[in-house]
């Protein structure tokens, strides 16, 4: 005898609205519209004082809202400051890598790349006796011309990445690339869970509005009606929000710039950190590692995107292993 019982389904994973905050920690003369400019080495130590200070006064004000980010830290400073990136990831911070020196991965080859990813990723590991998974490019510098990178990072023992940008710029970006998590695939066939930054869909373009100059430049309610817009509008609905502790210090020696350089550099930094405390305390976020665990169970159907070509393929599956749980990636 039939039976007209359906036959059940396999439960489709849901996924909540995430939002992730998110510091790339360098000294000020590290930023990349700096690269020219020749600093001497008693202003290089007073940057790096300075970067630690204003470091721990965001680790304070984190602590204060009960917040949790994730931190992409250049390994020099693992080793130059190590007890800074041990107390971040004491106090239940993600540390990702973020290169050894900040050098744009278009100044590499292959084998540079996967050499001065293998040097960060240790020496992070070493200050926090803990596995490090994420990584994110200087400047976002993973576009169509370093696509390889992709292959690179797919065999550099990391789980994720946040280093392509979907918008239009200057210095980097792929404004075709999905606006939400992805799979970033590379010319050799290498994949990475990608996290994207936070854009902006008006008039069928990708405005950038995740951070650094953006989040300086506009007022708030341009941020937070963007976080929005990437919760109710993508799928699945993340948005990634990223800033520099140099951009909460407007007592630092400013830096030779070209007046459009200086103008992106320190445009609303007096006000950055009230900008913050207000998002902190009208917004829950989570760390990028914590998010990349639930991810995991979507990749089935999360887009594929050819990083060095145009094509995009709704389901597909990446290989890779399950990240650790939350509870074994940062062990004080």
């Known amino acids: 005898m039939l039976s007209l019982e359906a036959e059940p389904q396999p439960a489709v994973p849901t996924f909540a609205p995430s939002l992730i905050l998110s510091f790339d920690v360098e000294e000020h003369d590290r930023i990349e519209a700096a690269t020219a400019i020749t600093v001497p080495l008693a202003m290089k130590g007073h940057y790096a004082e300075r970067m630690e200070y204003v470091t721990r006064r965001l680790l304070d004000r984190l602590a204060h809202t009960g917040t949790q980010a994730t931190f992409y830290i250049v390994g020099e ?12 990831a004491y ?26 990813l293998r040097m960060t990723k ?10 490090v998974f994420g990584f994110r490019a200087p400047t976002f510098s993973v576009t169509r011309e370093t696509a390889w990178a992709i292959d690179v990072l797919a065999k550099s023992g990391f789980t994720y990445d946040s280093s392509i940008y979907p918008v239009r710029h200057d210095r980097y970006g792929i404004p075709d690339a999905p606006r939400s998590p992805f799979v970033a695939v590379g010319p050799a066939g290498g994949a990475m869970l990608e996290l994207p930054p936070v854009t902006y869909r008006m008039a069928g373009q990708n405005l950038p509005v995740a951070g650094g100059g953006y989040f300086r430049l506009f007022p708030l309610w341009v941020t937070k009606r963007s976080i929005q817009q990437m919760m109710t509008t993508t799928t699945p609905p993340v948005a990634m929000m990223y800033f520099h502790p140099w951009e909460f210090d407007p007592d630092q020696p400013r830096l030779p710039l070209r007046m459009l350089s200086k103008f992106r550099t320190y445009v609303g930094v007096g006000k950055s950190y009230a900008k913050l405390d207000n998002l902190l305390n009208t917004i829950v976020t989570r760390r990028a590692v914590d998010v990349v665990v639930e991810l995991q169970e979507l990749l089935d159907t999360l887009p594929r995107f050819e990083v060095g070509g145009t094509t995009t393929v709704l389901t597909a599956r990446v290989p890779r292993e399950r990240v650790a749980p939350q509870t074994e ?4």
Do not use: C, M, Y
């Open 77 to 88: 400073i693992a080793r130059s400051h190590p007890r800074l990136v041990f107390d971040i």
């Open 91 to 116: 106090a239940g911070h993600e540390v990702g890598a973020h290169s050894w020196d900040h050098r744009r991965v278009n100044r590499f080859d292959a084998k540079g790349f996967a050499d001065d």
């Open 122 to 131: 240790d020496a992070l590991e070493e200050a926090t006796g803990s596995a």
């Open 329 to 332: 990636v940062l062990q004080g």
